[in-house]
Nanobody
Framework: QVQLVESGGGLVQAGGSLRLSCAAS????????MGWYRQAPGKQREFVAR???????YYRDSLKGRFAISRDNAKNTVSLQMNMLRPEDTAVYYCNADTTYGSSSWGQGTQVTVSS
């Protein structure tokens, strides 16, 4: 079992920046990829970014250039730097980790609100 706890959400004006962090605990050695998803009101949860254990990164096409994912394997954390935020980035952001066992864990989510 992997437990994930997100932090760093909040309210920011359009054009501003936020940095989300996610701390993992539990079966750390089994973690393969870690990433972020988001869910806006009335919409389905969508992929934001992922980083593999070797540091390979993947992004939602529309977010490339504004969002950056990073990972500290020694601290068991994954972060998401979000720049030039837009009102449409408003959502609950969820941390995700998939394991070598084939399971997937989710954090409780952190709210990001971007005002216009």
């Amino acid at each position: 079992q992997v437990q994930l706890v997100e932090s760093g959400g909040g309210l920011v004006q359009a054009g501003g920046s936020l940095r989300l962090s996610c701390a993992a605990s539990g079966s750390i050695a089994s973690i393969n990829g870690m990433g972020w998803y988001r869910q806006a009101p009335g919409k389905q949860r969508e992929f934001v970014a992922r980083i593999a254990r070797d540091g390979t990164t993947y992004y939602r096409d529309s977010l490339k250039g504004r969002f950056a994912i990073s990972r500290d394997n020694a601290k068991n954390t994954v972060s998401l730097q979000m720049n030039m935020l837009r009102p449409e980035d408003t959502a609950v952001y969820y941390c995700n980790a998939d394991t070598t066992y084939g399971s997937s864990s989710w954090g409780q989510g952190t709210q990001v609100t971007v005002s216009s």
